[in-house]
């Protein structure tokens, strides 16, 4: 309950700022920005204080004070004197939109986080088929930074600084410093952000289609329960088995055994589907593959979706004189990106490109309100770039290099043609985008102008070793064209008036356009995997309640570890599964702890080379390594055996001296 309460103190004063800012948007836009803005306070400022008194209750307490001052600084120094806008018949308006889409949008993201995050089941966790890789590694972030001191290193490598973005996972932290259980500290604040998420897009849709109210549905959708034409592949052939499930296993069995196999299989949906290089269907739905278990990617939409709104309305739908406020808040917003999603940052600052050449086209007199936000943005961005981003990327062949065509391309050519790869990925929306694109009004033109800067950038540079994350770009470039799509779209639905059968064309397309998205949103409600057994659950236990909060355990690398991901404790090596892709070779640690396992009796100055505390032996180390058990009974005492599943915690007993 504090911690609601201390996250609603925030939101109340980046409301408040908003509304001393910016008198004259409108209320949806003005609650909107200013929770948004508010998120953004509560992730930067104890985090800020935690240089100093580590990330604790302490900092959080004393982070209140910049609040205040802020808030305080803003009505007494920089308010807007002009007329307040209350709310009119267009808020009123759209808000009966956001209720018929966002909010049954959020209730669905809240069910998949409730089922999705440590369900508990019998005294084991559960979760969905989304979340089983990367879920341990943000509950890990989120956990073992309780009264951690700033800058953090990685709980999973002690003694290399954390470079992934955490400010999402320590948002969370935040609540779990204030009594709430880790469960709830990710559930609660990643669904009411999932619904900012949804709102705020058709607020943002709104005002770049100019308040179209069917361009603002169909672009939501676009958006959302995206996923293009990988249904028909399920469909074709249905009464005949064309595959196996090695082979072709969209098409094995026929009729509603193809529909149990999507349901059930592991990644075997239309979208994003597991093997890709038979079928190359790479676009994953957002919400079942991306809001859900990427937790960066979900922060950064949050704060990413206000500021291109930011952006375009104060930059590019207005001409004249740029609100110097506005652009104030921009660059502030936009700057605390990047440890909060550097892909979002980034693709902000694509965006910004290529609107302000388009705008300075228009009229170069506008120069100093971007020089005003640009700058200010790349004040606040570049400790955290230097100090964290680049750290990791300097030097590593893997990060930024040239590749064409994204996944499409294997080295040896492209796999699927080139126009043909984007059809059925993306499906008839992107048809529809070309033929907007076409059609040459000038305010399509300058949201292309953004958007595509972000698509040449993506389809042509790979930016970190995991190719796959340039995802992460195009979803933006996606966000701003779907609503030429979509626009495009009822544009002709309103001409072929009069004609009887539009409806049925209308209904046409929307099954074309989200029968893979839905099948891919309905296989996420359904997914339902153990996580952590009976034993694992009681070790966590164990290990959070009696020892010390920054201990460092021996254990072997897999990625479900009760002692990294559920008590928050430093592990000598955590899996490659996660750091190979944050830059990191492991070979080194891996060995030595095979090493140790193997011979503990003539390696134990691996244990003082790592700091190690206690010695996990559980089901992963049995299977994974040789371990010498009567040489760990005989050196080390045995201070914990689980009732459940034989987990095992030895206490390396150090000498003072």
């Known amino acids: 309950m504090l911690g609601i309460l201390y996250f609603a103190v925030y939101l109340l004063g980046g409301v408040c700022i908003v509304r001393e800012l910016l008198p004259g948007k409108r209320v949806l836009s003005r609650l909107w920005l200013g929770s948004a803005l508010g998120i953004l306070l509560m992730m930067w400022l104890p985090a800020l204080l935690a240089f100093f008194f580590t990330f604790s209750v302490k900092a959080h307490m004393l982070a209140l004070i910049p609040l205040c001052a802020a808030v305080l600084g803003v009505h007494f120094f920089a308010r807007d004197k002009g007329p307040r806008r209350g709310l009119d018949a267009e808020d009123r308006r759209l808000l009966t939109l956001m209720l018929a889409v966002a909010l049954p ?21 559960h979760v969905g088929q989304s979340t089983y890789g990367d879920l341990p590694l ?152 991306m809001l859900i278990p ?38 502030i917003m936009a700057g605390g990106m990047p440890l909060l999603h550097t892909h979002s940052f980034l693709a902000l600052g694509l965006m910004s490109a290529g609107w302000m050449i388009y705008d300075l086209i228009r009229d170069r007199r506008r120069v100093g309100g971007w020089l005003i936000y640009g700058g200010i943005a790349c004040i ?48 008839i929306p992107v048809l529809l985008l070309i033929l907007s694109l076409l059609d040459g009004k000038p305010r399509r033109r300058m949201i292309a102008c953004g958007a595509f800067v972000i698509f040449l950038a993506a389809e042509l540079i790979q930016f970190q070793p995991n190719i796959y994350d340039n995802n992460k770009l195009f979803y933006v470039w996606w966000a701003l064209c779907a609503v030429l799509a979509a626009d495009y779209a009822v544009e002709i639905f309103d001409r072929l008036r009069g004609l009887r059968s539009r409806y049925a064309l209308a ?31 009681e070790t966590a236990e164990y290990v959070e309640n009696n020892t010390p909060e920054h201990s460092t355990f021996m254990t072997w690398t897999q990625h479900i570890n009760p002692v990294s991901g559920l008590a928050g404790r430093n592990i000598v090596c955590g899996p490659s599964l996660w750091l190979h892709w944050h830059g990191y070779d492991l070979s080194s640690r891996e060995n030595d702890i095979r090493l140790f396992y193997a011979d503990p009796a003539n390696q134990q100055e691996i244990l003082e080379k790592y700091g190690v505390d206690y010695i996990l032996v559980g089901d992963y180390e049995r299977a994974s390594l040789q371990i010498d058990q009567n040489a760990l009974d005989a050196l080390y005492p045995l201070v914990f055996e689980s009732e459940w599943g034989g987990m095992r915690v030895y206490q390396v007993v150090k000498d003072d001296g």
């Open 105 to 125: 949008l959020t209730i669905l993201g809240g069910c998949l986080q409730y089922t999705h995050v440590l369900r508990p089941v019998e005294g084991t966790l």
């Open 138 to 289: 943000h509950l890990g972030i989120v956990s073992s930074l309780r009264g951690a001191a700033f800058p953090p290193d990685y709980s999973i490598l002690p003694g290399e600084r954390l470079v992934y973005p955490f400010l999402m996972d320590s948002f969370s932290t935040s609540f779990m410093l204030f009594g709430m259980s880790l469960r709830w500290a990710v559930i609660l604040p990643a669904t009411f952000m999932m619904g900012m998420v949804f709102a705020g897009y058709m607020i943002l849709a709104d005002r770049l289609c100019e308040g179209r109210r069917s361009t603002v549905i169909w672009a939501t959708l676009f958006v959302f329960v995206n996923g293009g034409l990988g249904f028909l592949y399920s469909i074709d052939t249905l009464g005949v088995s064309n595959g196996s499930a090695d082979l072709n296993p969209l098409q094995a069995g026929t009729w509603l055994e193809r529909l149990d196999t999507i349901l059930h299989g592991w990644y075997q949906t239309p979208a994003n589907h597991a093997d890709f290089s038979y079928y190359n269907l790479r676009w994953s739905n957002i919400i079942a593959d």
């Open 294 to 331: 990427q937790r960066t990617f979900l922060g950064g939409w949050c704060i990413l979706l206000p500021c291109v709104y930011l952006l375009f309305d104060g930059f590019m739908a207005e001409k004249g004189k740029i609100s110097l406020r506005q652009a104030i808040l921009l660059g």
């Open 380 to 427: 606040l961005a570049a400790p955290q770039l230097f100090l964290w981003t680049f750290q990791h990327t300097t030097g590593n062949s893997g990060f930024v290099q040239f590749r064409f065509n994204w996944v499409n391309s294997d080295g040896n050519g492209l796999i699927d043609g080139y126009l043909w790869f984007y059809i059925k990925n993306i499906g």
């Open 507 to 537: 209904g046409m397309l929307a099954v074309c356009c989200f029968a893979t998205g839905t099948l891919s949103i309905a296989r996420e409600c359904v997914s339902d995997y153990e996580m952590y057994s009976r034993g694992a659950v």
